[in-house]
């Protein structure tokens, strides 16, 4: 285990301790919206007027902590939705599992969806047979669920993360990839390798990957491309710049004409932003959308709801900082004037 993994939740440890000997403990933002089941990675769409959420469904499967993420041992998807922003949220139950999906056999992670034409589309990843994370499609005429998957996944895919942004004038767009347990560092020669092969601090960084769809929503029409993400020169973030370089999580949305990229810096748990002109990119740095969360891990949405734009995030509060027990919340988004977001600070040790 490398000390990368060690190190915070080290110091997550002692944060909790100092905030147990405060009056006021711990500050949190907001509160977790649904108490009675871990979840986490949440990706929020309006279908139908109704808000849904496609998270990861966290358990407690007793696997030892690593940077692989191998406690991370998900066996199935939950889809919940709420009416409105602050209204009741609902549990649709187990909209699918892995043992329904031929090809999977374990680790089902951060998941997304998309709808066209009156169908919904879950996408996901999984370890197959050779623990080698793919990612697959599953498919519901109900937004709930529950879905079906391709006996196969996706052919072009890989890694994590998957991410669907549908554009303007239909065109579908995913994105995916993660580093460290997320294995897109295994995939620099374009075909997967079991040894990591991370870039020189000073080099070039890892960067997200995109494809548009094709109209089945099933299958990339176009070879796989870098989403590369430069600094204000114009110049791509480099590997060892690890508070701004990306990590995992990507999510595109669309705001006054430019399109967003936000993901994970992991190591450093914040959640930050970089603009374009293209769903293809390149972007540009931008800055954070939000401080560290009580827990290791980050990962979020941005929505439109009712003419006002809203953060989608996970922490650990329910578990007490267990980072592989999480729970999902919300809260709003800003953009500024300028086109820059609001920083959001989600939680302080100390108390407010």
């Given at each position: ?307 006002k734009w809203y953060l989608f995030y996970h922490d650990a509060q329910l578990s007490k900082g267990q980072t592989h027990l999480r729970n999902v919340k919300v809260t709003p988004l800003v953009h500024r004037p300028d086109g820059t977001i609001e920083t959001i600070v989600p939680y302080r040790a100390g108390g407010r």
């Amino acid at each position: 285990m490398r000390l990368g993994f060690l190190a915070p939740m080290l110091a997550l440890g002692v944060a909790l301790a100092a905030a147990a000997q405060t009056s006021s403990g711990p500050w949190f933002l907001d509160q977790p919206l649904l108490p009675g089941i871990y979840t986490a990675d949440p990706s929020a769409h309006v279908f139908g007027g109704r808000l849904y959420l496609y998270p990861s469904h966290d358990i407690d499967a007793g696997v030892p902590a690593d940077d692989l993420g191998s406690h991370f041992a998900m066996r199935d998807y939950h889809v919940l939705s709420m009416d409105r922003i602050g209204g009741a949220v609902k549990d649709h139950g187990v909209a699918l599992d892995i043992a329904s999906v031929p090809w999977a056999k374990r680790q089902m992670w951060a998941p997304d969806a998309a709808e066209r034409g009156g169908q919904y589309y879950l996408y996901f990843p999984a370890k197959d047979a050779r623990d080698v994370f793919r990612i697959g499609v599953a498919v519901s005429s109900n937004p709930a669920g529950p879905f079906k998957a391709d006996p196969e996944p996706i052919d072009g895919a890989f890694s994590i993360d998957p991410a669907v942004f549908r554009d303007a004038d239909g065109a579908a767009y995913l994105y995916f990839g993660g580093i460290w347990g997320g294995q897109l560092q295994r995939w620099a020669s374009g075909a997967y390798q079991a040894k990591d092969a991370y870039p020189a601090p000073g080099a070039p960084a890892l960067m997200p990957k995109v494809a548009r769809l094709r109209d089945d929503m099933r299958h990339l029409a176009e070879p796989v491309r870098d989403v590369i993400i430069n600094d204000a020169e114009g110049r791509p973030l480099t590997y060892g710049d690890n508070t701004r370089r990306f990590f995992e999580a990507t999510w595109v949305h669309r705001y006054n004409g430019k399109y967003y990229l936000s993901y994970s810096t992991g190591d450093t748990h914040f959640l930050v932003y970089a603009t374009g002109d293209s769903p293809y990119g390149p972007f540009t740095y931008r800055g954070r959308i939000m401080e560290p969360v009580l827990g290791w891990t980050t990962h979020h949405s941005i929505v439109e709801s009712e003419g006002k734009w809203y953060l989608f995030y996970h922490d650990a509060q329910l578990s007490k900082g267990q980072t592989h027990l999480r729970n999902v919340k919300v809260t709003p988004l800003v953009h500024r004037p300028d086109g820059t977001i609001e920083t959001i600070v989600p939680y302080r040790a100390g108390g407010r």
